[in-house]
């Protein structure tokens, strides 16, 4: 039973996430075989967002107490010391996985990205953008972390570039939708601070940067013509859609389904940037 609440803790589908952007960033657009070091590096970012997911929940237990009840911690499934330790063991491991790629930044990637998560979730992610920002970096990074196992960084970055936009855009609904629980426990959230509708006119920023790196793209011949339509019509028309919804409507169920939304899209934009020439 606790080996199965571990599991929960972690969040697997959020790692298996981490596993495949790493895949991405080391494939995508390179004609090269599959190895230990490609394999040594989608362990390290399993073990490493494993041990971000964990570290996350221990460090949150008193806003989950108010917003997420039901979750592994706050239910009392699991003890916080448990936790504690199973977050450290899953960084230390992915650490030592990082090693076996064989590169140096590579592995000074995954040290700096396990010390990222543990300071959002000890202390950044209460502060104004700090952790909006944190979490969009590390989003992208595993994409460009999968490009350093390979030698494929060049080809890795304008997926990372939308993976950070896109990150942002998340963060800053998430942090709308958790505006009751983080002000009771005088959080400095962008909604805490500025209020909803201010933060949802700014979740505009990501959405807009958005549709100009598809310009940007586009008008620089790194995606095709039909790449780019399908790219405005498919992602960025969306995401406006919702940003402008979100302007009337800001209630706690609806700002969840839009952040389900936009993790949603982040899966068709991997979908599209690797099928459409």
Not at 18 to 33: E, K, M, P, T
Not at 94 to 117: D, E, H, K
Not at 203 to 230: D, E, H, N, Q, R
Request: aromatic fraction near 14%.
């Amino acid at each position: 039973m606790t080996v199965f609440r571990l599991i929960q803790l972690i969040r697997p589908f959020n790692c298996l996430l981490s596993l495949v952007a790493v895949f991405f960033g080391a494939f995508y657009n390179r004609q090269i075989y599959f190895d230990f070091r490609l394999l040594s590096a989608g362990i390290a970012a399993f073990l490493i967002a494993a041990g971000g997911n964990a570290i996350n929940d221990f460090f949150d237990i008193e806003i989950d107490v108010i917003n997420c009840p039901d979750r592994i911690l706050p239910s009392g499934k699991i003890s916080p010391k448990t936790a504690y330790i199973f977050a450290v063991f899953l960084f230390v491991s992915g650490g030592i996985a990082s090693f076996f790629i064989g590169n140096f930044l590579s592995v000074a990637t995954a040290y700096f990205n396990a010390l990222m998560l543990f300071k959002y979730s000890q202390k950044w992610k209460k502060l104004f953008l700090v952790g909006n920002l944190a979490v969009a970096y590390l989003s992208a990074s595993t994409f460009i972390f999968g490009g350093l196992a390979s030698g494929n960084v060049k080809n890795a970055t304008g997926i990372a570039v939308f993976a950070f936009l896109i990150s942002l855009l998340r963060e800053i609904i998430k942090d709308m939708e958790d505006i009751k629980g983080d002000s009771k426990l005088s959080a400095r959230t962008m909604p805490c601070i500025l209020g909803l509708e201010t933060s949802a006119k700014t979740a505009f920023m990501p959405t807009l940067s958005t549709g100009g790196l598809i310009a940007y793209l586009t008008g620089s011949g790194i995606f095709s013509l039909l790449k780019g339509i399908v790219f405005a019509i498919a992602v960025f028309i969306p995401l406006l859609f919702m940003n402008i919804k979100i302007l009337n409507r800001r209630e706690s169920l609806f700002l969840h389904k839009c952040s389900s939304f936009i993790k949603l899209t982040m899966l068709l934009v991997l979908a599209l940037y690797w099928l459409i020439n």
